[in-house]
């Protein structure tokens, strides 16, 4: 064992352990959310994800049937029943009358609890409350259980978010808002970055320069100006605001700097005997970006794609703004914040709605990561 330690070298194997520890570190947050958008809503409500394959232990105030449901037995009046009317899958393990004693009496025992009253609760939920004089009033006696449930999984939660609450509606909202504003600045980019790294013409430097200045421009500062410009241009063509067609253009144009500026650095250290050797053979631009530069160019485009795609698909204030609130334009996002008010406390939902807001980008980055680090890293070392 030490051999092969020696052998790996413990440099390394710190490397490894540290990227693990992060790794997992990550992934526990998306975890919980799926683990507890499963779990029962009862259980969810007393104990954390990382409980829930543990039976677990709560307590919870329940009444004994009416006074109108007792029978005579004798000198003895008896209200009979269980408490467990839904037929929940729980076993109690002591039970008491007060809320400061919740275990105060063990169950399988007849309890005295004072003026002549007994009550025996079983595990089960089944009770015996018997009293020497008729009971009387319009409701039942509340007494405190102590009670456990072995660890319940549903789907449950899912359903009630699909259907009831219109994510699925916001869902479809959020594919057809990310996907044509992730391609159409992807299009662009791409011939921008191909005419900045191959193509002389004036000003391809004072080009370049304004695009890397552009990065570092904030949202909130091009926001207001980019929405007058866009409501002034539709109200001189007669456009109705708050279109798809809108939200798009804005996302291509907040995405654009970084587009171009990450396509660029791959596309210009390409080879540049390739490029020299096609044109040479009478190639012109466009068959060499179509045929050569873009084949090439794979890495650099998917790892822009990751990039715009998480944006577009996590973001808010823009589709918002340029898009609206209504249920039927709605996005993703703005129904898991409606839900936020709406339904705070129920936690079961609002993990349910985090699930399934995150399982597309978790798929699109899985899918495309390979490709991440060599599209980010490539022409750091040289450029043209």
């Known amino acids: 064992m030490m051999s092969r330690l020696k052998r790996i070298g413990l440099p390394r194997l710190i490397v490894h352990a540290s990227v693990l520890f992060i790794v997992l570190l990550w992934l526990m947050p998306t975890v919980g959310i799926f683990v507890s958008a499963l779990r029962d809503k009862d259980q969810l409500a007393v104990s954390g994800w990382w409980t829930a394959l543990a039976t677990a232990e709560q307590t919870e105030a329940v009444r004994l049937g009416a006074p109108e449901s007792q029978t005579q037995e004798g000198t003895t009046f008896v209200i009979s029943g269980n408490v467990f009317e839904d037929g929940a899958a729980k076993t109690i393990i002591a039970f008491g009358t007060r809320v400061q004693e919740p275990g105060a009496f063990p169950v399988g025992e007849v309890a005295?609890?004072?003026?002549?009253?007994?009550?025996?609760?079983?595990?089960?939920?089944?009770?015996?409350?018997?009293?020497?004089?008729?009971?009387?009033?319009?409701?039942?006696?509340?007494?405190?259980?102590?009670?456990?449930?072995?660890?319940?999984?549903?789907?449950?939660?899912?359903r009630t978010v699909l259907n009831a609450e219109g994510i699925g509606r916001s869902f479809i909202n959020s594919l057809t808002v990310t996907i044509p504003a992730t391609i159409i600045p992807i299009l662009i980019a791409a011939f921008a970055a191909y005419a900045l790294s191959w193509m002389a013409f004036p000003g391809r430097t004072l080009i370049i320069a304004l695009v890397v200045g552009l990065i570092v421009v904030p949202l909130q500062m091009s926001l207001i100006p980019l929405l007058r410009m866009y409501n002034e241009i539709g109200n001189f063509f007669g456009v109705p605001s708050k279109t798809y067609a809108g939200i798009w253009l804005a996302h291509t144009a907040f995405g654009m700097p970084l587009a171009i500026y990450l396509l660029r650095n791959y596309i210009v250290g390409l080879p540049k005997e390739i490029i020299e050797s096609a044109r040479v053979d009478g190639a012109s631009d466009f068959e060499i970006f179509v045929k050569i530069v873009l084949p090439l160019s794979f890495p650099a485009l998917a790892s822009f794609a990751i990039f715009q795609f998480l944006w577009v698909w996590n973001d808010l204030l823009v589709a918002m703004v340029f898009l609206g609130t209504s249920k039927d334009q709605l996005v993703l996002t703005g129904s898991l914040n409606a839900l936020l008010g709406s339904r705070g406390g129920n936690w079961e939902i609002l993990t349910a709605s985090a699930f399934i807001t995150i399982i597309v980008p978790l798929l699109v980055f899985f899918s495309l990561q390979r490709y991440l680090v060599r599209g980010l890293l490539a022409g750091s070392v040289k450029g043209g």
Do not use: C, H, M
């Not at 004072?114 to 079983?122: H, I």
């Not at 009387?136 to 009670?147: C, D």
């Open 112 to 158: 005295d609890i004072g003026d002549g009253e007994t009550l025996l609760v079983n595990a089960d939920g089944s009770y015996r409350y018997t009293s020497p004089t008729a009971f009387e009033g319009s409701r039942g006696k509340r007494i405190y259980l102590t009670a456990t449930t072995p660890p319940q999984f549903t789907f449950d939660n899912y």
